[in-house]
T-cell receptor
């Protein structure tokens, strides 16, 4: 089955540690996105990538980093500089060049204590 | 500024009754509009979109949405609600400031609760 895989589903870390969230897709989509979801605030864009080896900051990129070495993979690192990292993180890919809807993974819930 | 607003945090409907979830938008140029649904601890699922054409758009699970250009609205509707429709619904609009990136701006979400 084609889709987006995010692992793990739940992640726990101590404050001050960096943590990397995985996002893998086998849909052959070029563009990929990372969102953060907090209660009552909808989704906010962290980073996005339109092609391999290229990515741009979204609205809330501070304290996060990404890489796009392969078309299938777009990992997100939450660094210790992110002041409030506890959230639900969603990865998405764009369905096609002329189709603007995005296809979402199941999400990773990160808790930092 | 480009934005999308969902004025209701929660909508409560009895099973079998029609439902409406409201959405208004503000974008420059032509609006590209979407509705997504999210079940607890899951990713978002695409329901429907409006790009051009008929103002009434039909989507998954019996949902439809009506595009109203004069009111800048894109309300989600269903003629007869099911308990299984209970979920969080997001309206979204394409950010026209950079069409090549196809960024989407999401509303804050509306929690739909269908009582038996």
């Amino acid at each position: 089955d084609g889709g987006i895989t995010q692992s793990p589903k739940y992640l726990f870390r101590k404050e001050g540690q960096n943590v990397t969230l995985s996002c893998e897709q086998n849909l052959n989509h070029d563009a990929m996105y990372w969102y953060r979801q907090d209660p009552g605030q909808g989704l906010r864009l962290i980073y996005y990538s339109q092609i391999v080896n290229d990515f741009q900051k979204g609205d809330i990129a501070e304290g996060y980093s990404v890489s796009r070495e392969k078309k299938e993979s777009f990992p997100l690192t939450v660094t210790s500089a992110q002041k409030n990292p506890t959230a639900f993180y969603l990865c998405a890919s764009r369905v096609g060049v002329s189709s603007y809807e995005q296809y979402f993974g199941p999400g990773t819930r990160l808790t930092v204590t | 500024a480009q934005s999308v607003a969902q004025p209701e945090d929660q909508v409560n409907v009895a099973e079998g009754n029609p439902l409406t979830v409201k959405c208004t938008y503000s974008v420059s140029g032509n609006p590209y509009l979407f509705w997504y649904v999210q079940y607890p601890n899951r990713g978002l699922q695409f329901l429907l979109k409006y790009i051009t054409g008929d103002n009434l758009v039909k989507g998954s699970y019996g949902f439809e949405a009506e595009f109203n250009k004069s009111q800048t609205s894109f309300h989600l509707k269903k003629p007869s609600a099911l308990v299984s429709d209970s979920a969080l619904y997001f309206c979204a609009v394409r950010d026209n400031r950079d069409s090549s990136a196809s960024k989407i701006i999401f509303g804050s979400g509306t929690r739909l609760s269908i009582r038996p």
